[in-house]
């Protein structure tokens, strides 16, 4: 089966241990350079009020669409996008 997983750019704020007992120093999990740009996304965009079916519907919209911008900033960072703006 091939690898599916999406490039999710490493660590967006990696923080780096220095384990004193072992004299290793360890990166610190937190949040995906991915995450990072689709939150910054979703932050952007005005939000509806509600719990209707349509707006759950729009949500769902949104966060997709977060994610496909995140997607499209890794892409430009990795030299992806040609210059008409595919991939």
Same mark, same amino acid.
């Given at each position: 089966?091939? #690898?599916? *997983?999406?490039?999710?750019? $490493?660590?967006?704020?990696?923080?780096? *241990? #220095?384990?004193?007992?072992? $004299?290793?120093?360890? %990166?610190? $999990? $937190?949040?995906?350079? *991915? +995450?990072?740009?689709?939150?910054?996304?979703?932050?952007?965009?005005?939000?509806?009020?509600?719990?209707?079916? /349509?707006?759950? *519907?729009?949500?769902?919209?949104?966060?997709? /669409?977060?994610?496909?911008?995140? +997607?499209?900033?890794?892409?430009?960072?990795?030299?992806?996008? +040609?210059? +008409?703006?595919? %991939?």
């Amino acid at each position: 089966m091939a #690898n599916t *997983r999406k490039d999710d750019g $490493g660590q967006a704020f990696p923080q780096i *241990r #220095n384990d004193i007992t072992f $004299g290793a120093y360890q %990166e610190q $999990g $937190g949040m995906t350079l *991915r +995450d990072w740009f689709a939150g910054q996304w979703a932050a952007s965009q005005k939000h509806h009020v509600g719990t209707t079916p /349509s707006v759950k *519907r729009i949500y769902a919209y949104e966060a997709e /669409s977060a994610y496909e911008f995140a +997607d499209a900033m890794l892409a430009e960072r990795r030299g992806e996008v +040609d210059d +008409d703006g595919g %991939e």
